[in-house]
């Protein structure tokens, strides 16, 4: 299917005019990059925090000031893996990319007229809010699924 640049037009004014969408895209894409970042930093951290763990015993004498410092990197460790397991930063934010992503293909494949949009406007806007609810109802699904903990879901085990 081929659109003249007129309905091209209609398509992207239309577009622009949901704006809730908009902004949920937008929202998805900023929380993604920011629970990446959180994520990176938290990880980069326990990193270092560990290795340093691993090397003070090795040039520490037998004073408690050493063996203290060894302990409180410990609970640190401890404190942003917890902070980690219970914020899942690095667990939702790739939900939320693949949101916003979707989101901003399927608003360039109905802009375009792509292959599977009608070339009828109104079947084509009504096609194209079905996708954008059943993008957003995907990324809902996978959030609470990644909400439940390991007893909800039956799998004993550590992840």
């Known amino acids: 299917m081929s659109l003249t640049a ?3 037009g ?3 004014s ?8 908009a902004e949920q895209q ?3 894409s900023t929380r993604a990059d920011q629970l990446k970042k959180r994520a990176q930093w938290t990880d980069l ?6 290795a340093l763990v691993a090397a003070l015993p090795g ?3 037998a004073s408690g000031v050493g063996w203290f410092l060894v302990s ?3 609970v640190a460790i401890a404190i ?3 902070g980690q397991r219970v914020f899942r930063s690095g667990e939702i934010w790739p939900t939320y990319r693949q949101a916003a992503e979707a989101m901003r293909r399927e608003h360039r494949l109905f802009v375009y007229g792509a292959p599977g949009y009608p070339e009828d406007f109104e079947l084509a806007c009504a096609m194209y809010l079905q996708r954008l609810d059943s993008i957003l109802s995907t990324e809902q699904n996978d959030y609470f699924a990644k909400l439940k903990t390991p007893t909800e879901t039956g799998n004993q085990t550590a992840e």
């Open 59 to 61: 040039t520490m004498s």
């Open 6 to 8: 007129e309905q091209i």
């Open 72 to 74: 409180a990197l410990g």
């Open 14 to 21: 239309y577009a622009g005019t949901l704006t809730r969408y």
């Open 45 to 50: 951290a326990v990193i270092g925090l560990g």
């Open 80 to 82: 942003l893996q917890g």
């Open 10 to 12: 209609a398509r992207e």
């Open 26 to 28: 937008a929202w998805y």
